[in-house]
């Protein structure tokens, strides 16, 4: 029998995100990294690294089946950008905001969101898992017989489903019939009719459910149990997704180095990241933690009406914990994010890693969506912009001068970057996209002199 939440959860806090009250939440169980213990985890920087190896491996099979990879080498990667006028926009020139840039995997090729990282690299491996099975290549690294004609005849005979509010599986459908497998993707009630036609129009079979996530995901679990031939990729318990986000912060490196820019005690590192179910951002924020150690400080950024993660790590003790339990109902434009229970797989490995957690209303997305296209020409979809007000929270609030103040951080942020990870919208539709702005430009002038985003 579990403890009643009300005794678990400290009441200001639950007062706060019952009434959807935009907050910065700081995780008292952040540890510095030489005092986390590798083995509770489960899996290793060795394990990403090993990860990184396989998407190389995968880069000339990539190429064969997406002539837009050639130009990259097979490498699905997105530009890590200078954003100096949405700061300058946002904070004028003050000199306590560092550096700004933008991650921007709302241009992802393929699927144009984050879920490319991890949706596509699970495809591939069960891809090649069944082709060494059933004798059509061997286990040498060479994959360019997946794209074989017997291995498509193969992959015609197997399934591979997954459940989703959109980009998940967007990834996980397109990828699977690229390859000629079969594809399901059980989407839930909040994924948007774009999602789906462009899903149906490259033969996927899309199902949909009057539930949430969690009910899309139970879905396609229950469909896929005892089916040998259905590949189920579970969102909320897979280590392959995590392993295939987690080499974003190999390649962050990478992008850095080749900018120049420098992540040590007196240059730190903060990292904001839109947070649904948890696997993009916690596989991320796993492979930079255990790369950069304490010179980087992780924020997931949440809807006021879907703090999943935020709600899990709260409790005083480590339990399944559904958004509903205070009264949400997660309804919000951030059809990505709008999930009712954290990952039980990702949210320990979480506990001592995550700086925060911060939450955003709608009006935050939509405004920090119009102040993006007006600044650096950039179009994302609402979600994307939930990372937007993360420098504010640490610039601006009270909650944010603790964090600081904790970490030795005061005098450093001058020479501090902060990186706002965008997340989807690459293929979103020309008239949605303008209504969107047009939501964003409304909100702007009924008050041009907020700047806050998040208002910190």
Known sequence: MSVPLILTLPPHLQRQLSQRTPLLWLNPSWRPIDRIDPAAAGMQMRDVREAHVRWQRFASLLRTLYPELIASD????????????????????????????????????????????????????????????????AADGNTSALASEGARALFARHEISVGSTGNLGLSIGIAAAALGFQATVHMSSDAKPWKKARLRDRGVTVVEHSGDFGAAVAAGRAQARGKPDIYFVDDENSSRLFLGYSVAALRLQQQLVGQGIKVDAQHPLFVYLPCGVGGAPGGITFGLRNLFGDHVHCFFAEPVASPCMLLRLALAEDRPVSIREIELDGRTEADGLAVGEASGF???????????????????????????????????????????????????????????????????????????????????????????????????????????????
């Not at 090729?109 to 059509?136: C, D, M, Q, T, W």
């Not at 009270?398 to 970490?407: E, F, K, N, S, T």
């Not at 005098?411 to 702005?437: C, K, S």
Request: glycine share 8%; hydrophobic share 45%.
């Open 346 to 456: 990702v949210a320990p490995l979480m506990r001592p890693l995550l700086s925060g957690v911060f939450t955003v209303t709608d009006d935050d997305l939509f405004a920090g969506l119009f102040r993006l296209d007006q600044t650096e020409r950039l179009r994302i979809e609402p979600s994307a912009a939930a990372a937007f007000p993360g420098p504010l929270w640490l610039l601006q609030s009270p909650q944010g001068d603790r964090y600081l103040a904790a970490h030795d951080l005061e005098n450093h942020m001058p020479a501090a970057t902060h990186i706002l990870w965008t997340t989807g919208g690459a293929f979103v539709p020309d008239e949605e996209y303008r209504a969107f702005h047009e939501r964003g430009r409304l909100l702007t002038l009924r008050d041009p002199t907020d700047t806050s985003l998040g208002q910190a």
């Open 74 to 137: 097979g490498i699905i990667e997105s530009p890590l950008l200078a954003a100096d006028r949405l700061r300058t926009s946002v904070v004028g020139d003050a000199p306590r905001a560092g550096r700004w840039l933008i991650k921007t995997d709302h241009a992802l090729p393929i699927a144009g969101s984050i879920k490319a990282r991890g949706g596509i690299y699970e495809v591939l491996l069960h891809a090649e898992e069944l082709a060494i099975e059933h004798g059509l290549t």
